[in-house]
């Protein structure tokens, strides 16, 4: 399975990004739980949020009620919203089935920054 995402940028801190991650090579998107994850530079990359196969969603805590990670599976597409994004949220974004990883793809850039 290939995973590409996209939808990152440069946004002010309290702005916003819609992140979104779809798949070139499965039939069996529906089935996976999938995640959302982020690395930075020198650091380990960490969950953000994933959702069930079922629609249902988790988030770190760190997300605080400021994301929202939803799935089309008619489109084959994850999602990610993030709102009131902070300084610290700058990192490579990247989306993955959870729990069973596939190959990383080439994430997303976000930087947030004044």
């Known amino acids: 399975v290939q995973f590409v995402e996209s939808g990152g940028g440069l946004v002010q801190p309290g702005g916003s990004l819609r992140l979104s991650c779809t798949t070139r090579?499965?039939?069996?998107?529906?089935?996976?739980?999938l995640g959302w994850y982020r690395q930075t530079s020198g650091t380990q990359r960490e969950m953000v949020a994933f959702i069930t196969s079922g629609g249902s969603p988790n988030y770190a805590d760190f997300v605080n009620g400021r994301f929202t990670i939803s799935r089309d599976n008619a489109r084959d597409t994850l999602y990610l919203q993030m709102n009131s994004l902070k300084v610290e949220d700058t990192a490579v974004y990247y989306c993955?089935?959870?729990?069973?990883?596939?190959?990383w793809g080439q994430g997303t850039q976000v930087t947030v920054s004044s």
């Open positions: 993955n089935r959870y729990g069973r990883e596939e190959p």
């Open positions: 090579s499965s039939s069996r998107f529906p089935m996976y739980h």
